[in-house]
């Protein structure tokens, strides 16, 4: 829908990505930029500024498919899935198949994997915050969907207890939330976490509790139990 505000054929848009992504990536690592697509064409465009980063900026993609972890491992992308660790796992799988056949034994990438987190002393007020933000974080989420009508393509549950249910989020203290995301990352061999800590009216001492606690507490003992996945 959002593509389709800015007179775009949304059915196109996946190959346009693909080729203005290829054309970003050789924009930042090329003197100069030639390129002949079927969307975009340039000639001789100097380009006279350059990352300090190199070959670029580290760059990371969002998938909800194999096919689209293909693309991130031939590009050298991290990647992130929002999916269920299942799911995740086929993507991870794919992507170090791929990483290996191009790279051999050179280190993966980052392959994350994100999840709400909210993390207080005790479970009844953890789940308390997680339930009354989420509502409102899931409301911004489908509004363009609620004036027009139809659904993204890869749809939220509206109650932060099914989130749970299906493994996309976790509110609890930090034992519960080490835990969880101990048997996420095990289950879909990811070897990097993205915490969603500020959603919906979580206010900033509200989030940065979360962040504070995790830090303190989840991230040493979960980094000193996860093997590192390559």
């Known amino acids: 829908m959002e593509v389709a505000f800015y007179g775009q054929d949304p059915t196109k848009a996946q190959a346009i990505y693909a080729e203005a992504a290829e054309l970003i990536l050789r924009g930042l690592t090329q003197k100069t930029l030639n390129y002949q697509g079927e969307h975009f064409s340039f000639e001789d465009i100097p380009m006279e500024l350059e990352p300090l980063q190199k070959p670029h900026p580290p760059m990371w993609y969002g998938v909800h498919s194999v096919e689209a972890a293909e693309r991130a491992a031939h590009q050298g992308l991290n990647m992130v899935s929002l999916d269920s660790a299942e799911d995740t796992r086929r993507f991870n799988d794919k992507y170090r198949a791929v990483w290996r056949a191009k790279h051999g034994d050179k280190p993966t990438p980052k392959l994350g994997l ?117």
């Open 114 to 230: 994100s999840r709400f987190i909210v993390i207080a002393e005790n479970e009844a007020e953890a789940r308390a915050l997680a339930r009354r933000a989420y509502p409102v974080w899931h409301r911004h989420f489908y509004f363009l969907f609620s004036l027009r009508g139809g659904k993204p393509a890869h749809p939220r549950p509206a109650e932060f207890d099914k989130m749970m249910e299906i493994g996309q989020a976790i509110a609890g203290t930090s034992e519960t939330v080490l835990a969880f995301l101990q048997s996420q990352l095990n289950e879909s061999a990811a070897n990097y976490c993205v915490g969603q800590f500020a959603f919906g009216d979580l206010s900033l001492a509200e989030s940065l509790r979360s962040v504070e606690l995790f830090s303190r507490r989840v991230m040493p003992r979960a980094t000193e139990s996860s093997p590192q996945r390559r």
